[in-house]
């Protein structure tokens, strides 16, 4: 089986993406005891606005987090499941592609 180029920078993405996210919410949860969640923009106001970077790279981890606790405790459907994990993938592309975009620019590559 032959992978093209394309394929291979897209694993790569994906993974610096879901890496990114997992770090940064872990990283929240170490500094502020609290776990990360979305709930943080309920607050409004400044902490909402501060909040707002920090959840828009780690809510690929944050999806993921909530959907395999909601299959585990709640048993929510497999289609359900299935489509958290296309949109958090999406995202994690998407926060992957500007991480790997950044780093370059900061390497002067």
């Known amino acids: 089986m032959v992978v ?11 993974c610096v993406g879901l890496a990114l996210s997992g770090l940064l919410a872990s990283a929240y949860e170490l500094l502020t005891a609290r776990r990360a ?15 707002l970077p920090m959840l828009a790279f ?5 999806i993921l987090r909530n959907t395999v606790r909601g299959r585990r405790i709640e048993g929510r459907p497999i289609p359900f499941v299935m489509l ?3 949109i958090a993938c999406s995202w994690s592309l998407l926060s992957g592609s500007l991480a790997l975009r950044l780093a370059g620019l900061i390497a002067g590559v």
């Not at 394929?7 to 790569?12: D, K, N, Q, Y």
């Not at 780690?58 to 944050?62: L, N, Q, T, V, W």
Request: charged fraction near 10%.
């Open 84 to 86: 958290a994990t296309m």
């Open 58 to 62: 780690s809510a690929p981890f944050i």
């Open 37 to 51: 969640s979305f709930s943080l923009l309920e607050r409004g106001g400044v902490s909402a606005a501060a909040a």
């Open 4 to 14: 093209s180029p394309a394929a291979l920078e897209s694993i790569r993405t994906l």
